[in-house]
């Protein structure tokens, strides 16, 4: 019984912690990006580079990409609907799902 509550005490204080360290919603800056799948502009969320980590000790780089709609066959109207929000065109953004890209060449220990 001793045994199972050390486990238990270990394994919710491991993911208090992660909870913690992963919890990269903090001051995380989003730009909205419009991309281009070919046929559509769409419309995207990129985060800033942030790092992500794989346990305690160690961590890589990450960028978010939220994918929302597509917005238009024209990139002005695919603008025009953005409106007066600070965003940014990448038409290498291709696609109509999430990921988040890892740079795990830059691993880094702490």
């Known amino acids: 019984m001793k045994k ?3 486990t238990l005490t270990s ?5 208090l912690f992660i909870n ?3 919890d990269k919603h ?5 730009m909205k990006t419009i991309g281009f799948n070919g046929t559509f502009y769409t419309l995207w969320e990129v985060s800033a580079p942030y790092k992500l980590y794989i346990n305690k000790h160690t961590f890589y780089m990450a960028v978010d990409y939220t994918y929302f709609k597509r917005m238009s066959l024209c ?4 603008k025009r609907q953005i409106g ?5 065109v990448d038409l290498n953004l291709k696609g109509n ?8 060449k830059d691993t880094f220990l702490i």
Do not use: V
């Open 84 to 88: 007066d929000f600070n965003y940014n």
């Open 97 to 104: 799902s999430s990921w988040i890209q890892r740079n795990e």
């Open 20 to 22: 913690i360290i992963f």
């Open 26 to 30: 903090l001051n995380l800056e989003i």
């Open 4 to 6: 199972n509550f050390q």
């Open 75 to 78: 990139l002005e109207s695919a």
């Open 11 to 15: 394994i919710l204080f491991t993911r």
